[in-house]
């Protein structure tokens, strides 16, 4: 079993940064990829971005291009969200996910969850 935790969720204003972490533990191993996603309310979960073992990453780039970055520390089992120039529609509660194989878009494809970390951003 693989156990993540999120943090670093909070309000913000519009334009403003902030930056996720997922920490893993348990059973972890640096082959899994790891993704983001989120929720708003009365929304389905949205893909947000993904890292492979390798570093590489991919977006969703249509509601975060250039805005986001995922990277990830494999001393900490850590992966990390970097949101910068935060916009309203940013606002959701927040998941990573880890699968044993490489990143996909699918939620479904996913093997493990946190439980979330709100993020709301003010106009």
């Known amino acids: 079993q693989v156990q993540l935790v999120e943090s670093g969720g909070g309000l913000v204003q519009a334009g403003g940064s902030l930056r996720l972490s997922c920490a893993a533990s348990?059973?972890?191993?640096?082959?899994?990829?790891m993704g983001w996603f989120r929720q708003a309310p009365g929304q389905e979960r949205e893909f947000v971005g993904a890292i492979d073992w390798s570093g590489d990453s991919i977006f969703n780039t249509e509601s975060v291009k250039g805005r986001f970055t995922i990277s990830r520390v494999y001393a900490k089992n850590t992966v990390y969200l970097q949101m910068n120039n935060l916009k309203p529609e940013d606002t959701a509660v927040y998941y990573c996910?880890?699968?044993?194989?490489?990143?996909?878009?699918?939620?479904?494809?996913?093997?493990?969850w946190g439980q979330g970390t709100q993020v709301t951003v003010s106009s």
């Open positions: 348990g059973r972890t191993r640096s082959s899994y990829a």
């Open positions: 996910a880890a699968r044993h194989s490489f990143y996909s878009r699918n939620e479904h494809d996913y093997d493990y």
